[in-house]
C-alpha cells in the first residue's frame, strides 16, 4: 500500500479534549503570568537604574541694616553709648536713620532688656518714627531695600530712681 498509510485510528475522546485544552490554557496562563512578571521588572530595573537629574538655585538674602546718627548716613551708630549723667525726672532722646542694606524688604523690631534688669521701673525707653502726624513704634515698621527711616530713641528716667550706674542691651533686627 503505497500512499495509504493505515495505522491505528487514533481520536480523543471528550474528556482527554478538555483534558487538553485544559492544559494548553494552564500553560497560555502560566506564560502571560511570566511575561507580565518579566515587563514589570524590567520597568522597575529601568526606573530605577535610569538616572534623573535637575539644576537647581536659591538665592539667600541676609537682612543688613546700617544704623547712623546723621540724615546723611555719614556716621555710623557706634556699638556702645554713653550717655552722660541725668537727673532723676528727665527724657533724653538720640535720632537714628535706619537704611535697610540689603537685597529684600525687612520688617523691623527691636528689643532692649531695660525690662529684665534691676533699673525696671526707674528706666524706661521708646523707639519711635514719625509719619508727620504721629508717632510710631519701630517694631513693625517694613522697610523696602535702600530705604532709611528717621527714628528717635527716648530714654525715660523716674522721678523716684535712685543714684547709681544703669547699664542695658538694645537690638535691632530685620527679618
Not at 17 to 24: F, P, V
Not at 27 to 37: D, E, K
Not at 58 to 67: D, Y
Request: proline share 3%; aromatic share 10%; glycine share 10%.
Amino acid at each position: 500500500m503505497v500512499g495509504n498509510f493505515s495505522g491505528p485510528d487514533i481520536t480523543l475522546s471528550g474528556r482527554e479534549k478538555l483534558r487538553k485544552s485544559k492544559l494548553s490554557t494552564d500553560t497560555l496562563q502560566v506564560l502571560i503570568l511570566v511575561f507580565a512578571v518579566a515587563v514589570s521588572v524590567g520597568t522597575a530595573v529601568y526606573a530605577v537604574s535610569s538616572n534623573w537629574t535637575t539644576s537647581n538655585k536659591i538665592r539667600v538674602v541676609t537682612a543688613t541694616l546700617g544704623v547712623y546718627l546723621d540724615a546723611a548716613l555719614s556716621q555710623p551708630a557706634t556699638s556702645s553709648v554713653d550717655w552722660g549723667v541725668f537727673q532723676p525726672g528727665i527724657h533724653t532722646s538720640m535720632n537714628y536713620w535706619i537704611r535697610n542694606e540689603g537685597g529684600s524688604t525687612v520688617t523691623l523690631s527691636w528689643t532692649s532688656d531695660l525690662d529684665a534688669n534691676s533699673v525696671t521701673g526707674y528706666v524706661s525707653d521708646s523707639w519711635s518714627w514719625n509719619d508727620g502726624q504721629t508717632w510710631h513704634d519701630v517694631g513693625g515698621y517694613s522697610l523696602a531695600p535702600g530705604a532709611v527711616l528717621a527714628t528717635e530713641y527716648v530714654v525715660t528716667i523716674s522721678t523716684i530712681t535712685p543714684a547709681g550706674t544703669y547699664t542695658w542691651s538694645l537690638t535691632l533686627k530685620g527679618s
